[in-house]
């Protein structure tokens, strides 16, 4: 493919594809970015116009249907008010599929059978192979990797009493004193010792 080809915009496709345009839409391995500025004042002038020409079509149909004479005047209203209609219409179009677009891939990003190991919690990359050892990564590389998400280590009140039973009774002893001293005559059952 040339690539000094003439560019094909698709319009229906530029909010769903994040504004890429290419030679050919047979072609996605060649396509350059669209800045966002001028997409947005594509789409608007297109929905614009849309919506300008479908108003001053139905206010042609009236004038006809009455018999109302078809001056360039009666129709700036209708081309103005249908014009600004059509665009915020378009826009709250473009922004609302850009948006589910977004959340399909974030929904998709997890919806999928996850391998794990049921001894040490590594997850298997999708395809890899179970046998070989570099095909299971640690479930908090897995989702970050998946999802971007950052995690942080803590101990949940279970584990911190089986791991450190001296030093859980201190912690809790002391925030049993702290919030006793701020909540005088309410009992909290938080990190009190599993039975």
């Not at 589910?100 to 997850?123: D, Q």
Request: aromatic share 8%; charged share 20%; glycine share 12%.
């Amino acid at each position: 493919m040339n690539r000094s080809a003439i560019y094909e915009i698709d319009f229906g496709s530029l909010c769903s594809q994040g504004g890429q345009v290419g030679p050919h839409r047979e072609d996605p391995g060649w396509q350059m970015a669209i800045p966002r500025a001028v997409r947005v004042a594509i789409n608007l002038g297109a929905f614009f116009l849309c919506g300008a020409v479908l108003l001053c079509l139905l206010s042609t149909l009236q004038k006809l249907a009455i018999g109302a004479p078809l001056v360039i005047e009666g129709y700036i209203v209708p081309f103005v008010f249908g014009g600004l209609s059509g665009a915020c219409i378009g826009h709250y179009i473009v922004r609302l599929s850009g948006l589910n677009a977004e959340l399909r891939k974030r929904v998709n990003i997890l919806e999928t059978f996850i391998p794990l190991c049921s001894g040490c919690g590594k997850v298997r990359k999708p395809g890899a192979e179970p046998i070989l050892q570099d095909s299971w990564l640690p479930m908090e590389t897995y989702l970050s990797e998946r999802t971007g998400c950052s995690f942080s280590h803590s101990l949940c009140p279970d584990c911190l009493w089986r791991l450190y039973p001296k030093e859980a009774a201190a912690i809790f002893e002391t925030m049993a004193r702290m919030r006793g001293a701020g909540n005088e005559g309410t009992e909290q059952e938080d990190g009190k010792r599993p039975s």
